[in-house]
């Protein structure tokens, strides 16, 4: 793993604080007593803490559990199977789907698909394009009870059933969980091929060099040894034994938590190398679902179209990804831009995609870090609960009278139905919603576009020009996330952080929907993923408006088209 120190940073002004974050990191031996696994680092009780620090011993761990993973992997591969589909979300979907796109598949071995939107559309897209008979489905969850997860394998299963009876279902899914789980149970009970038991002391979203990034890493022929090699690297060079100043992972934490807490630098932007790009999902869950809680947090800014330096607020830290050989010219000239306008600017050189493994136990290191610089817990989630309550609500109340519980509109013109509160005077129309609700940013905010829609290249480079206007005009960072996926990531921070969010939530009807049987095996279904996909739009709506927070609902009908409804947006976004 190549030093970070070695890539650069320009802290600027910022220089001496951080210095005096790094002496007090020291002074309280936060690194040592991390790796004793004493949870008052972080909290007076152990609950959450003590028994979560687990992705410590991963490298190590996951090395010595290699045999039986490769011995499926070659298994699988000499069988012929073309594609490995992960049903999961979050922790349990996110290194997978990074190690898929930046490293591939080797020759011989099969492609890794990742499925965690509950868009009909989106399921049914992938059960249309499988053969299924050569097909492995990873059922992935650390709870063992994840909705959406459960809901796929239902799914799936009757479908390999149909295909290839009922007798030799179970030999083309593997479980991926905890000890005693839901799941583990389910495994057994269906014959699920291989059942995989992950360390249970390890939360989702640090996972990645456990079980629950190494299986699918391994089924796609990756070198997983080389991987957790890179992790083990980093795991030396993090580790007690360092002083803060020269380990990697224990200064970035402090550079990360020391400008957002008091300097105003909460805005963590990830600039990646094309084949890097994947890494910045995966980065926003850690650490946004692990600061963002408890009235504070760090946004973590991923995937935003690079703009010219004075697109950018003053309350950004710059955090850049690069991987040799991809050097960038145009965003050497945005680096040196930023630099010079006083952002401060971390750069961080990979030589190769396998050093994402070192990178990934770097960023743990980092963010357990910040969060201790922040004085919150890194590695609960108080927050996330309460869209997945409001979400049942809305399923119960659909069960009981067969509709879902719709808010009246504010508005609906040319196929785009508003929903939002406006103050007293603004108009009730598409472009007076957006400039009466726009109007309440502040110094500070950011912009969160909820896209409840069937995830595409069309759909996101639509997406991604309305984010573009929006950061431009305002001046505020920008997020974009497809529902229910970022539920599982960001959504933790938009409900703990400070208030600071602008949360514009996008729908759309349903060209077609998909029934999720009520038991796998079984025809019967009481709930389609159209209906749970809304019930999960509505329940987040109103689990932030419970919080206090600034929310606006577009939704698209399918007359008018998803990208042309999110053009029109941008369009009256431009001249608001």
């Given at each position: 793993m190549t030093s970070l120190r070695d890539g650069g940073a320009h802290l600027g002004e910022y220089g001496?604080?951080?210095?005096?974050?790094?002496?007090?990191?020291?002074?309280?031996?936060?690194?040592?007593?991390?790796?004793?696994?004493?949870?008052t680092v972080w909290g007076p009780e152990p609950e959450e803490?003590?028994?979560?620090?687990?992705?410590?011993?991963?490298?190590?761990?996951?090395?010595?559990?290699?045999?039986?993973?490769?011995?499926?992997?070659?298994?699988?591969?000499?069988?012929?199977?073309?594609?490995?589909?992960?049903?999961?979300?979050?922790?349990?979907?996110?290194?997978?789907?990074?190690?898929?796109?930046?490293?591939?598949?080797?020759?011989?071995?099969?492609?890794?698909?990742?499925l965690d939107s509950t868009a009909p559309e989106a399921v049914l897209g992938r059960a249309e394009g499988l053969d299924l008979s050569r097909t492995l489905f990873v059922v992935s969850t650390k709870s063992g009870g994840t909705v959406e997860t459960l809901s796929f394998f239902r799914y799936f299963y009757n479908l390999v059933v149909e295909a290839v009876g009922a007798e030799r279902a179970g030999s083309r899914f593997v479980a991926i969980t905890d000890p005693g789980s839901g799941l583990a149970d389910t495994a057994e009970e269906y014959g699920f091929r291989a059942t995989f038991l992950n360390e249970p002391s390890i939360g989702g979203r640090y996972s990645a060099l456990s079980l629950f990034g190494i299986v699918p890493a391994a089924l796609i022929g990756a070198d997983v040894s080389k991987l957790l090699?890179?992790?083990?690297?980093?795991?030396?060079?993090?580790?007690?034994?360092?002083?803060?100043?020269?380990?990697?992972?224990?200064?970035?934490?402090?550079?990360?938590?020391?400008?957002?807490?008091?300097?105003?630098?909460?805005?963590?932007?990830?600039?990646?190398?094309?084949?890097?790009?994947?890494?910045?999902?995966?980065?926003?869950?850690?650490?946004?679902e692990s600061t963002g809680k408890d009235g504070t947090g760090i946004l973590p800014v991923a995937g935003e179209p690079e703009g010219p330096p004075e697109a950018y607020g003053d309350d950004r830290l710059?955090?850049?990804?690069?991987?040799?050989?991809?050097?960038?010219?145009?965003?050497?000239?945005?680096?040196?831009?930023?630099?010079?306008?006083?952002?401060?600017?971390?750069?961080?050189?990979?030589?190769?995609?396998?050093?994402?493994?070192?990178?990934m136990f770097r960023w743990e290191v980092a963010t357990a870090i910040a969060g201790w610089r922040l004085g919150i817990n890194p590695f609960d989630q108080p927050n996330v609960e309460s869209a997945k309550a409001q979400a049942r609500k809305m399923v119960a109340e659909y069960r009981e009278k067969g509709v879902l519980p719709e808010p009246e509109?504010?508005?609906?013109?040319?196929?785009?139905?508003?929903?939002?509160?406006?103050?007293?005077?603004?108009?009730?129309?598409?472009?007076?919603?957006?400039?009466?609700?726009?109007?309440?940013?502040?110094?500070?905010?950011?912009?969160?576009?909820?896209?409840?829609?069937?995830?595409?290249?069309?759909?996101?480079?639509?997406?991604?020009?309305?984010?573009?206007?929006?950061?431009?005009?305002?001046?505020?960072?920008?997020?974009l996330g497809y529902g229910p996926r970022f539920l599982h990531s960001t959504g933790q921070l938009h409900k703990g952080d400070a208030g600071r969010g602008l949360f514009v939530q996008i729908t759309a009807d349903h060209g077609r929907d998909a029934p999720i049987p009520d038991e796998a095996g079984a025809p019967g279904s009481s709930l389609s993923f159209g209906v749970l996909l809304d019930a999960q739009a509505l329940g987040d709506r109103q689990a932030l408006l419970e919080a206090g927070r600034r929310v606006i609902r577009f939704h698209l009908s399918s007359g008018g088209g998803t990208k042309e409804g999110i053009g029109r947006l941008a369009e009256e976004e431009a001249v608001s």
């Open positions: 001496p604080a951080v210095e005096g974050a790094l002496a007090e990191l020291g002074d309280e031996r936060v690194v040592e007593r991390m790796w004793e696994g004493d949870h803490i003590a028994n979560r620090l687990g992705w410590l011993r991963s490298p190590q761990d996951t090395q010595e559990a290699l045999p039986e993973i490769r011995a499926l992997a070659e298994a699988v591969r000499d069988e012929g199977v073309e594609r490995v589909l992960l049903l999961g979300m979050g922790g349990s979907s996110l290194a997978p789907e990074t190690f898929a796109l930046s490293l591939g598949s080797a020759q011989g071995y099969p492609d890794l698909a990742v090699g890179r992790a083990r690297a980093a795991a030396s060079e993090c580790g007690p034994g360092s002083g803060p100043e020269q380990n990697p992972g224990a200064w970035l934490g402090a550079v990360m938590g020391e400008l957002a807490r008091n300097h105003g630098r909460d805005k963590l932007t990830l600039l990646t190398s094309p084949s890097l790009a994947p890494f910045g999902p995966w980065a926003e869950q850690l650490v946004a710059f955090v850049v990804m690069r991987l040799e050989g991809e050097e960038d010219a145009g965003q050497d000239e945005l680096l040196e831009g930023l630099r010079g306008l006083g952002h401060p600017v971390v750069e961080i050189w990979l030589e190769d995609a396998h050093d994402l493994g070192g990178e509109p504010t508005a609906e013109e040319d196929g785009i139905v508003v929903y939002y509160t406006p103050a007293e005077g603004e108009a009730a129309s598409v472009k007076g919603a957006l400039e009466g609700f726009f109007a309440r940013a502040r110094p500070g905010d950011y912009a969160s576009l909820q896209a409840y829609l069937p995830p595409s290249e069309e759909t996101t480079q639509a997406l991604q020009r309305l984010r573009v206007r929006l950061r431009d005009r305002l001046r505020v960072a920008t997020t």
